[in-house]
């Protein structure tokens, strides 16, 4: 399974420093099949070898360049990212169209770097019974056979609310998107540790990608332990 960790804009770099520390210790004992990955703010992002796979919340689809205040390859490769995220709903929320996704879906597909593409839909799309109409236009025109390609699907009413989204809801979404791709496929939205293992269980789910119950580490260790 894959645990995702999304922490958002939190913690600091002597904080997530802690964090690591923290999770490299607790994964020595746990499944090697599992695959731990971690998405820092990039402030604090960690230069040593880990015992999970850092990846970064954002990214300019560039080596390095005039774009001020973005982040390009060449400050990935000075720690060894090679794992992003792209299409989080609060980075859609700020204005990243799907033009933009698209060119960072392809520069990150370009230099192999494994890729959790979000997806998800506003409820009143899903009450309207829209949603896979809706996540196919978010997954139009990207490789979905690329090889190093992880979708999550995040309905965007579930996300930071407490409130996941029904289980019956998350088994017909990955169904759906198990027919489009063999790409792995995560839940995110409110995961915690009382929903985690019903979640995992849904027939296609490869994981989750948490956001609050994943701040703290030792609640993240537990939701990793099972
Ligand atoms: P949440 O966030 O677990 O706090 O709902 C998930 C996410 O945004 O990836």
């Known amino acids: 399974m894959i645990f995702a960790a999304n922490l958002k804009c939190n913690h600091t770099r002597a904080s997530f420093a802690l964090y690591a520390k923290a999770l490299n210790e607790a994964l020595k004992y746990t499944k090697n099949e599992d ?3 971690v998405f820092p ?4 992002f960690l230069g040593e070898k880990l015992d999970f796979i850092q990846g970064t919340q954002n990214f300019y689809p560039c080596v390095n360049g005039a774009f001020t205040g973005e982040l390009g390859k060449m400050h990935l490769d000075e720690f060894g ?13 700020l204005g990243e169209d799907h033009e ?9 597909k370009e230099h192999d770097f494994k890729i959790i593409f979000c997806v998800g839909e506003e409820l009143e799309c899903k ?6 109409e809706f996540l196919n236009k978010q997954l139009e ?3 979905l056979n690329y090889q190093n390609l992880i979708i999550a699907y995040e309905p965007i009413y579930s996300i930071g609310t407490g409130l996941s989204a029904e289980i019956k809801d998350i088994e017909s979404v990955l169904t759906f998107l198990s027919s489009k791709t063999k790409a792995k496929l995560l839940y995110g939205g409110s995961v915690n540790e009382d929903n985690i293992k019903a979640i ?15 701040l703290d580490v030792r609640k993240f260790i537990n939701l990793i332990k099972g």
């Open 41 to 44: 703010p990039s402030i604090a």
């Open 141 to 143: 025109n990207l490789d």
């Open 81 to 93: 990212i090679n794992c992003v995220l792209i299409g989080h709903s609060e980075r859609r929320a």
């Open 200 to 214: 995992l269980d849904i027939e296609h789910c490869g994981g989750v990608l948490v956001g609050s119950a994943a």
């Open 127 to 132: 009450k309207q019974g829209k949603t896979k």
């Open 100 to 108: 933009l996704l698209k060119a960072k879906f392809e520069f990150a």
């Open 35 to 37: 695959e731990i990955i």
